[in-house]
């Protein structure tokens, strides 16, 4: 079975940082491209951040720069580091495997002002 769980969602005041880690369980994770996605009220779900299974990484326009996304293969482990949080930062955010049908229960940030 395919678990993928997300922790270290909070509260945070604008100009905060927050980690996000995703832990995977029941896949081989090494060969899976890994991302995170997040999807604010009444708004689409996008992709924020994505690594590769070599470990090359990418991100949305809105968040180069302040966010990093990291692997940890031997841990099983994704995580997101967030820096300079804004409010529009503010979502819920997902890790999947991407390319699959396998995604978190989400974990919700939010950045006040």
């Known amino acids: 079975q395919v678990q993928l769980t997300e922790s270290g969602g909070g509260l945070v005041q604008a100009g905060g940082s927050l980690r996000l880690t995703c832990a995977a369980s029941g896949i081989i994770f090494s060969i899976y491209h890994m991302g995170w996605y997040r999807q604010a009220p009444g708004k689409q779900r996008d992709l924020v951040a994505a690594?590769?299974?070599?470990?090359?990484?990418n991100y949305a326009d809105s968040v180069k720069g302040r966010f990093t996304i990291s692997r940890d293969n031997a841990k099983n482990t994704v995580s997101l580091q967030m820096n300079s949080l804004k409010p529009e930062d503010t979502a819920v955010y997902y890790c999947?495997?991407?390319?699959?049908?396998?995604w978190g229960q989400g974990t919700q940030v939010t950045v006040s002002s």
């Open positions: 999947r495997a991407i390319n699959t049908r396998y």
């Open positions: 690594v590769t299974s070599s470990g090359s990484t």
